[in-house]
């Protein structure tokens, strides 16, 4: 993750390969084989947002059990929707503005000239300014504070 030469060397090499290779069959090819590659970066990043918003969906389904008289939950955290898609949306059209400026000069200086960890470093800031668009409901509702109570069952079996 931190050794990425472009914002498209992260996503399609160094971040999740095993869902890069389904939605570069699913979404790329196809729509890359009808239409201009932009168009299908575009889509592929959009597949992606609306699966995660559909992960969200299910995680953070509040079933009608946990609902009061009122038909409120109050011990439920129940995410904006879209922020999982504007996220994706927004990697892709990254992915998009490096394809068109990869071969201007500033570009070129950038990658003869700067070490390969500041290199890292600018494609991680691609994401960060609204990292927590796709981090933020995971945080606030509990997730990873539930994962961390179920890590120390983890036991290995011999």
């Given at each position: 993750?931190?050794?990425?030469?472009?914002?498209?060397?992260?996503?399609?090499r160094r971040w999740n390969n095993y869902v890069h290779v389904i939605?570069?069959?699913?979404?790329?090819?196809?729509?890359?084989a009808y239409s201009t590659k932009g168009a299908a970066v575009f889509a592929t990043f959009?597949?992606?947002?609306?699966?995660?918003?559909?992960?969200?969906?299910?995680?953070?389904?509040?079933?009608?059990?946990?609902?009061?008289?009122?038909?409120?939950?109050?011990?439920?955290?129940?995410?904006?929707?879209?922020?999982?898609?504007?996220?994706?949306?927004?990697?892709?059209?990254?992915?998009?503005?490096?394809?068109?400026?990869?071969?201007t000069w500033v570009i070129r200086w950038m990658a003869g000239k700067?070490?390969?960890p500041i290199i890292s470093f600018l494609v991680v800031l691609t994401a960060l300014p609204v990292g927590h668009w796709f981090i933020g409901d995971w945080i606030h509702g509990g997730y990873f504070h539930h994962f961390a109570l179920g890590f120390p069952l983890i036991v290995r079996l011999s």
């Open positions: 993750m931190f050794t990425s030469d472009s914002p498209s060397d992260f996503w399609g939605l570069k069959r699913g979404v790329y090819k196809p729509v890359r959009l597949a992606s947002g609306i699966i995660h918003e559909y992960v969200l969906t299910i995680l953070f389904y509040v079933h009608h059990n946990e609902k009061d008289s009122s038909g409120n939950c109050t011990n439920c955290y129940i995410p904006l929707r879209g922020k999982n898609l504007a996220f994706f949306t927004w990697n892709g059209a990254v992915i998009i503005l490096e394809t068109m400026l990869n071969d700067l070490p390969k």
